[in-house]
């Protein structure tokens, strides 16, 4: 993690190529869990409920704010040219609104077993990000378009793995049929939106390796017997939520 107006997110074109593709979640007996905490943003405001409400989204996205993103790319990312993709950040109307999120299946090539929003790479036919993230959704999870309102986009996010990533925000109508699709999602879980947008459940780690140094933000939920390990790109996109909710 690094602000969005911090120069050092510029690619530095001497650094090592290991260190340019560095993905945390390769390195040999890596867990995130263990890595050094360098604070937890518990002097930040929540976003308020009341802001939370359907029709207080929807207006928020109608008439958006100015807002600066906290992180718009990981510290390092390959050289190879960011190739287009979505995210759906689905806010499911609960009583209490929730967002739902997928542990990704073991046998992917990248961010195997990490928590994720549905979508992936956009494909010539898709009707631009929202398009990609609603296809994807739906193949990845089985939710139907019919029961999604797009509200808007938030900044693209660069991966370390070279996606340039569009989070498309909707409200999604209970109703809908979960399918995970087992070649993608391991698992399919909701958290309230008022835990995700709330500083005090955001923890800033780092890891110091070969001189460099590489920080994220992690959001971990208890979720019954299990924890939910948000971290990385996922809670990236979550905190610019939180920044675009507050600005």
Not at 52 to 61: E, I, K, N, S, Y
Not at 80 to 98: F, H, Q
Request: no cysteine.
């Amino acid at each position: 993690m690094v602000p969005a107006n911090d120069d050092s997110v510029v690619i530095n074109p001497v650094l090592p190529a290991a260190l340019k593709e560095l993905q945390l979640s390769t390195l040999p007996n890596f867990d995130p869990r263990l890595a050094p905490l360098a604070g937890v943003d518990s002097h930040l405001p929540a976003v308020p409920d009341a802001a939370m409400t359907p029709d207080a989204l929807r207006h928020r996205f109608a008439v958006p704010p100015l807002w600066t993103p906290d992180v718009v790319r990981d510290r390092f990312v390959s050289d190879r040219e960011p190739a287009d993709a979505s995210v759906l950040i689905p806010i499911i109307l609960r009583d209490e609104p929730t967002v739902l999120l997928t542990q990704r299946a073991a046998r992917l090539n990248k961010h195997s077993g990490q928590i994720a929003f549905p979508g992936g790479k956009a494909d010539p036919g898709d009707a631009g990000p929202s398009g990609t993230a609603l296809r994807e959704t739906q193949e990845e999870v089985g939710i139907d378009g019919q029961y999604v309102e797009v509200l808007g986009q938030l900044n693209t996010y660069v991966t370390v793995t070279a996606f340039s990533v569009t989070p498309v925000v909707a409200l999604v109508r209970p109703g809908f049929t979960l399918i995970p699709n087992p070649d993608e999602v391991a698992d399919v879980f909701e958290v309230p939106l008022r835990f995700l947008l709330d500083p005090r459940h955001h923890e800033r780690h780092y890891l110091e390796l070969d001189g460099m140094r590489r920080e994220w933000f992690a959001m971990p939920y208890q979720d019954g017997l299990h924890q939910r390990y948000i971290w990385g790109a996922t809670a990236g996109m979550l905190r610019n939520f939180y920044r675009f909710m507050m600005a």
